[in-house]
């Protein structure tokens, strides 16, 4: 591989690698505006030009290429430093002073480079700006909105929906100093990838109705996470503040998701927002009928001796059976698949329910699908549960039950269905973990808090069987603990040694007995997830299994 020295630092890079690139690999930010790594390069901005030895004038460092050896590149030299400066003043020119009400205050590359390359004046006068009257807060589509008047016109939002969403409804229109962006005729912005624009702009003028002056970002808290909206598993940013989720967006991994997500995807921490939460445990009275009422709260050290109890007393009583979740984490899978040990039951399915087929492009690489809407269905069957719930969900199964427990209170629409929810609550003692105060949770004899996934630590396995890590971004409300907790106290009251769990000790265990995941440790798991060693004859057995228990839960 060539060599290439950038500012006294040498590299060695991929024969064809970009100077934008290549000067990140030895800590130098070449600054750009117009370049993407998955985008074509059009050297339109002009702010990446760089000195190369050897050569009269300055070069587009995104457009030029290292492909031998003895390249040496300066971007800290005068003409350099003075090319930036003139460049910012031409970007600057027109862009209206509008920071303090802009959405894109605090992650602008407008602002972050006039501070850097620029000046702290214009010889501009301001009258004579050019403004586009009527072109502020113009919808594209549902979820984007376009404020001409901030554009700077690097046409990343075009190439984006032209080369990776492949819809092309974006174009450039008129000429010269009245070139602006807009939709073509008859057409909306309306691709599922289209929110990806705001992430590729580098200003503010494309922004999320979504998140439009939800929050100012100087103030989001920002842990790194997994999208729980479909068995992808994109890689995402959660940003919060004081546990209020405000946003997602798309983390780079470019084994998964590469740089994108979906709309769906972003939208799908809202639930957290319009559903009522369970934040502490609870009992139904006796007598009571089930509807939500004549309940009273409890202990949690109450709750479980009551489960414990009761499913110790289900012997001659009738079955036990637990319902799963595909929003469960392979570890919480883990623990509830080993209290079905202990009980004795085989019943243990995963219900998910399917939606439209979601696509996410890749660099490369054939696009990643997903249509069941739930992240881990995968990764709860490969740690012990699985098998159909139609019997459940649709037959008489739960009125044989002398205890049934369901590991999740949101696992599904059949959780909010009147008619689902009868049929489980035929059994004799219901108990449903979970975060949200669902019917199902309403009807439960015992309903326990548990947290979701952004207040828990814990690894999904996604479509292509990749097991990946996320952490939690902030603490559960009121009595809520994390299931892995809960479940090891449950635990505990049937054998000893399942006290004081946390994930990472479930995972290593779980690790150590199931093949799938042999030779994994918790804190040694990959940025980008690891792959399992799952045969294609799992993996087709895994899917029918899926879509059997689909039908059962719609």
């Known amino acids: 591989m060539p060599k290439v020295t950038i500012n006294g630092r040498t590299v060695e890079v991929e024969a064809g690698t970009n100077l934008v690139d290549a000067a990140i690999k030895v800590g130098v930010q070449i600054p750009h505006y117009c370049y993407h790594p998955r985008l074509s390069v059009v050297g339109q901005c002009r702010m990446c030009l760089v000195k190369i030895d050897g050569m009269p004038k300055l070069q587009a460092g995104c457009s030029t290429q290292v492909m031998k050896d003895g390249m040496v590149v300066h971007t800290d030299v005068p003409e350099v430093e003075e090319a930036q400066r003139g460049m910012m003043e031409f970007f600057l020119i027109n862009h209206p002073l509008d920071c303090p009400i802009c959405d894109q205050a605090g992650e602008c590359g407008l602002q972050d480079y006039s501070f850097k390359h620029g000046v702290a004046y214009s010889r501009f006068q301001y009258e004579d700006k050019r403004t586009y009257p009527g072109r502020e807060r113009i919808p594209l589509g549902a979820n984007v909105l376009l404020n001409m008047n901030r554009c700077i016109q690097c046409t990343r939002c075009v190439r984006f929906t032209e080369e990776v969403a492949g819809t092309g409804e974006l174009g450039f229109f008129n000429r010269g100093a009245r070139a602006e962006i807009g939709t073509f005729p008859g057409k909306e912005l309306n691709n599922p990838l289209a929110t990806c624009v705001v992430d590729v702009c580098p200003v503010g003028a494309l922004t999320s109705t979504r998140f439009r002056f939800a929050e100012r970002v100087w103030y989001l808290d920002k842990k790194p996470s997994i999208c729980t909206g479909c068995e992808v598993g994109c890689n995402i940013t959660m940003e919060h503040r004081r546990g209020d989720i405000k946003r997602y967006k798309p983390r780079f991994n470019v084994e998964v998701n590469d740089y994108w997500m979906c709309d769906y995807g972003r939208s799908t921490f809202e639930r957290y927002k319009l559903t009522p939460r369970l934040t502490a445990p609870r009992l139904r009275a006796a007598g009571s009928n089930g509807n939500g009422h004549g309940y009273t709260f409890t202990s949690w050290q109450t709750a479980l001796d009551t489960v414990h109890r009761r499913i110790q007393e289900a012997e001659g009583q009738g079955e036990i059976a637990i319902l799963g979740s595909g929003f469960l984490t392979c570890e919480e899978a883990y623990l509830f698949a080993k209290l079905a040990e202990g009980a004795g039951t085989a ?52 009125s044989r039950c002398a205890v049934l427990i369901v590991a999740d209170s949101d696992f599904g629409q059949a959780a909010y269905s009147a008619e689902a929810v009868a049929k489980l609550r ?89 093949p799938a995941f042999a030779g994994l440790h918790w804190h040694d798991l990959p940025a980008t997830g690891a792959a399992l060693n799952v045969s294609g004859a799992a993996h087709n057995l895994s899917d029918q299994a899926a879509e059997a228990a689909s039908e059962a839960s719609s």
């Open 426 to 514: 035929q059994a004799k003692f219901l108990v449903v973990f979970g975060w949200a105060d669902s019917p199902l949770a309403q009807a439960a004899d015992v309903a326990l808090p548990v947290a979701h996934h952004g207040e828990k630590d814990g690894t999904f396995v996604n479509v292509e069987y990749r097991v990946q890590r996320f952490e939690r971004a902030f603490p559960p409300p009121g009595q809520t603990r994390p299931a892995v907790e809960a479940l090891g106290d449950l635990l505990s009251r049937f054998e000893e040694g399942w006290s004081n769990l946390t994930p990472g000790k479930v995972f290593d265990r779980l690790a150590g007995e199931i």
């Open 347 to 398: 019943q243990r399915p995963v219900p998910v329910d399917l939606g439209p087929e979601w696509k996410i492009p890749r660099h490369q690489r054939p696009p990643i699908k997903g249509r069941e809407q739930a992240p881990n269905r995968r990764g709860a069957e490969l740690a012990g549960l699985g098998g159909s719930a139609e019997d459940l969900l649709l037959g008489d199964a739960a």
